[in-house]
């Protein structure tokens, strides 16, 4: 499929998708949107990607929605600006079964800021910067911010953030919890695409598959029914191959070579 407001690139198992409205520091479209998701059903679909990087070109990550669209949709009514919410928006990628890492290049507000909040790891630039935004806009907590970032950075930081829109940087975003990482400017891609493969190629796609439904369903999950589901994926994993696998390299004191059977 070819794009045109991101980048695709699949290598050493890890897919890089990199959103490409530079002049606009990656400003939001529907188009993007589309390609977005596109891209990383693709990633998910295919065997030779283990792990998805979602990153900005140029300077910013996401400056958030498009101001064109945002100004379209303040002057229709609430009823016709209704058929711009999409049910699940980056939600759904709690459900791709590969890790999703959120390498933040730089400026990442509003619908900007959501999208890590959705992916597995969130790596920052030093030069990222952090906004909600929408309290500034006349907005709401959009698209489940208010379920998934108290559960991020704790309710006391994401009320300070979201009340109040304030811009933070990499380095407080590291302190609250909201990334977990922070690499140097400087070759920050390259960083962060050597960690996506070394978690490609050293540890079980299989393991990684059932620990991220384990943790996002397990959310949602009381103790005894998080431990009974526990029961029933070690039992399942003890006739796979990369259990197998897992066992062998370790004695046999080699390289690991995971199918993700």
């Known amino acids: 499929m070819t794009y045109d407001q991101i980048n695709y690139e699949a290598a ?8 490409n409205r530079p002049d606009k520091l990656n400003a939001w479209t529907e188009k993007m949107d589309q390609e977005i998701g596109a891209a990383v059903r693709a990633a998910s679909a295919d065997d030779q ?12 990550f996401c400056a958030g929605a498009d101001m064109s669209l945002l100004s379209a949709i303040s002057q229709e009514s609430a009823q016709t600006a209704g058929r711009f919410l999409v049910d699940r928006k980056h939600a759904w990628f709690l459900s791709v079964p590969k890790p999703i890492i959120a390498a933040v290049n730089g400026p990442a507000v509003g619908l900007g800021f959501i999208v890590p909040l959705y992916c597995d790891f969130r790596f920052a630039s030093e030069k990222a910067r952090f ?4 309290s500034k806009r006349g907005l709401v907590a959009e698209y489940g911010l208010a379920w998934m970032l108290p ?35 400087e070759n920050f891609l390259g960083a962060v695409q050597e960690f996506a493969r070394e978690l490609a ?14 943790i996002y369903t397990g959310l949602a999950q009381n103790l005894d029914q998080a431990y009974d589901a526990a029961l029933e994926e070690m039992r399942g994993s003890f006739g796979t191959e990369d259990f197998r696998e897992g ?15």
Do not use: C, W
Request: hydrophobic letters at 50%.
């Open 49 to 60: 990607v283990r792990v998805i990087i979602v990153t900005g070109a140029g300077k910013g």
């Open 201 to 214: 190629s050293t540890v079980s796609p299989r393991s990684l598959r059932v620990m991220k439904q384990q």
């Open 131 to 134: 906004s909600v935004i929408f």
């Open 247 to 261: 066992v062998a390299h370790f004695l046999e004191k080699r390289a690991p070579a995971f199918t993700g059977r």
């Open 12 to 19: 050493d198992y890890v897919a890089t998708i990199t959103l």
């Open 151 to 185: 559960r991020l950075v704790g309710v006391t930081n994401a009320v300070e953030l979201m009340f109040t829109s304030k811009m933070i940087d990499a380095g407080e975003a590291l302190r609250i919890g909201l990334v977990s990482r922070v690499f140097p400017e």
